[in-house]
């Protein structure tokens, strides 16, 4: 009879599977993973090898519990039972289920998996929750489990996008959920408020160990609340959709935290995390992003750039050159980036040509016109986008109303122009500013192709929402850590120093060079009419060209003969 009573609760455990994976009574046997509420534990999944999570005396206040598992970036599944099912598992990187409690029951297990042939470092935790507290993707029409507490991740090289189910109310064990959309009063899953949080890990760490240790402060509400950057607050009338700047080989973690404002409550999601890279690609994954191409482009850029940082002022048509390359390249690649689909590598070619091109237009302009307020409001508006840059790089870059790109192009303009406007009456210093500031910062450009840097992100967001139309709905936020203060105590070094030499050097000097057209004409005029300069007697240049191709012709015809070559006369 014992046997017989034995048995029909093995069976009744295997039908009951559904709700909170199966509920084992008597001892635990082997091959199974012990588990504590809110305790994290490190495991080993290989592919012919599932293992069994097990959770044992669960308080019967508890209404439902969460569990999650991570790893870098080879897939875990997580199910209720052996047999996988589209609404009853989930396969990722960051997953978790939600398991709703039946009255009296104190166990759960969860079946673990992975199909990667190569072993995976997890981590995983149960967490508990009462019935006062919201339910993560209780009202998910969405995705495939019936309650989904993930957030679902997507990026590309322009912004990163989370993606969530909306939460329900909480309840007691054995009672019904409560309805989701039959009415949208007070006491209603309306009411819930959906706080969204982002986290950084170390900038250049792309270790297994750092992700897995930072996550553990991503799981529990009062963990988010204290270490991570709360970025936004959705109510249930938003969309429950949130982008933000993608940050290649950076490390970010997000979280979304639901809160009940009426009971005081609230529940962490499963959090999930993204290099804005691929571990496994061929060519350009997270452990090699700097590509060539880049690494060149930058590095002759950053040197030029260096030179204008000291001695723009002195080199003015040099410095006009960098001006010119920097204005028509800019445009240049936003114009084939958006109209062709070349690959990088040919665009960043053709955009160094048609910038070099710019610059020797810019340097013909001056030269043949001597223009100076022209090309000072050109040198002014490069200056003027760098400040304007810098202005959106700060938090009021993430304000609502500079989603409408017409508020934000026409701001960014108008501080574009203000600089040289301001400028106008004192030019040189104007000048000055520029080459410190400008010729600076391509120093740290130089320095994001080799070592990551979030203040590459001062110009880099502002070409990506003239090329990527969704971007103006992004969050530019970035991390500022060690090395960003190190960047940017070596860009304010250079550009103050290269600033203070040039003025101390330009004191007592003219301002700017003369007009460079009317000087080769005044000479010219000099060598014509003054026969005892010794240039006067240098042929013109139209002469000594067509000599020295004759030179060159005579070295390719044939040797005539030795001796008489004239007939004799009779």
Not at 217 to 235: D, H, I
Not at 262 to 289: D, I, K, Q, R
């Amino acid at each position: 009879m014992g046997l017989l009573r034995l048995l029909l609760i093995v069976v009744l455990a295997s039908v009951t599977r559904g709700a909170c994976g199966a509920e084992i009574v008597g001892n635990s046997s082997e091959g199974l993973l012990e588990f504590s509420v809110g305790k994290f534990r490190y495991l080993e999944l290989k592919k012919p090898f599932p293992e069994e999570a097990i959770l044992r005396h669960i308080s019967s206040n508890v209404t439902f519990v969460i569990f999650q598992i991570h790893s870098q970036y080879q897939n875990t599944t997580i199910s209720f039972s052996e047999t996988l099912l589209p609404n009853a598992s989930e396969t990722g990187t960051d997953k978790g289920l939600v398991s709703v409690l039946r009255p009296e029951q104190s166990m759960c297990t969860w079946h673990l998996e992975t199909l990667d042939p190569e072993p995976v470092q997890n981590v995983a935790i149960p967490l508990s929750y009462s019935e006062s507290d919201p339910i993560p993707g209780g009202c998910n029409l969405e995705f495939d489990v019936d309650i989904d507490p993930n957030i679902y991740l997507e990026y590309n090289f322009f912004e990163t996008t989370i993606k969530f189910a909306p939460a329900n109310l909480g309840y007691a064990r054995g009672a019904d959920p409560p309805s989701c959309d039959v009415k949208m009063g007070p006491d209603s899953r309306w009411r819930l408020q959906y706080d969204v949080y982002q986290y950084f890990l170390p900038e250049n760490d792309l270790t297994e160990e750092v992700l897995l240790r930072h996550l553990q402060r991503m799981a529990e509400v009062p963990q988010v609340q204290a270490n991570a950057v709360k970025v936004v607050t959705l109510t249930a009338d938003d969309k429950t959709s949130v982008s933000f700047s993608s940050l290649r080989g950076q490390g970010v973690i997000y979280n979304v935290i639901v809160r009940d404002p009426f009971l005081n409550t609230s529940t962490a999601y499963v959090p999930t995390h993204t290099y804005a890279c691929s571990f496994e690609a061929e060519e350009g994954n997270c452990s090699s992003l700097g590509r060539v191409s880049t690494k060149v482009f930058f590095t002759l850029f950053a040197l030029l750039g260096l030179f204008i940082c000291f001695f723009g002022h002195r080199f003015w048509k040099t410095e006009l050159f960098f001006i010119g390359f920097i204005f028509m390249g800019f445009f240049f690649y936003i114009l084939i980036t958006r109209l062709t689909p070349i690959k990088y590598d040919v665009r960043l070619i053709v955009t160094a040509i048609a910038g070099s091109i710019g610059g020797i237009f810019l340097v013909a302009a001056w030269w043949r016109f001597g223009v100076l307020t022209l090309c000072m409001l050109c040198v002014g508006l490069v200056l003027g986008f760098l400040v304007a840059s810098v202005a959106f790089f700060t938090p009021l870059g993430n304000l609502k109303i500079f989603r409408v790109d017409a508020v934000f192009w026409v701001t960014f303009s108008c501080i574009a122009i203000f600089i040289p406007v301001v400028f106008m009456g004192c030019l040189r210093i104007l000048n000055i500013l520029s080459c410190g500031f400008i010729g600076s910062y391509s120093v740290v450009l130089a320095v994001d192709s080799y070592l990551y840097t979030s203040l590459s992100y001062i110009t880099l967001n502002i070409l990506r929402r003239a090329l990527h139309v969704d971007f103006r709905r992004a969050f530019v936020n970035v991390p500022f850590q060690t090395n960003d203060f190190i960047v940017l105590a070596v860009w304010g070094m250079l550009a103050v120093s290269g600033i203070t030499l040039q003025i101390r050097r330009e004191r007592g000097r003219p301002f700017f060079p003369p007009h460079p057209y009317k000087l080769w004409k005044r000479e010219r005029e000099r060598r014509v009419t003054n026969i005892l300069d010794p240039s006067y007697h240098i042929p013109p240049l139209r002469e000594r060209l067509f000599s020295r191709l004759a030179q060159i012709e005579g070295l390719f015809q044939k040797e005539q003969p030795a001796g008489e070559r004239t007939p004799l006369l009779l």
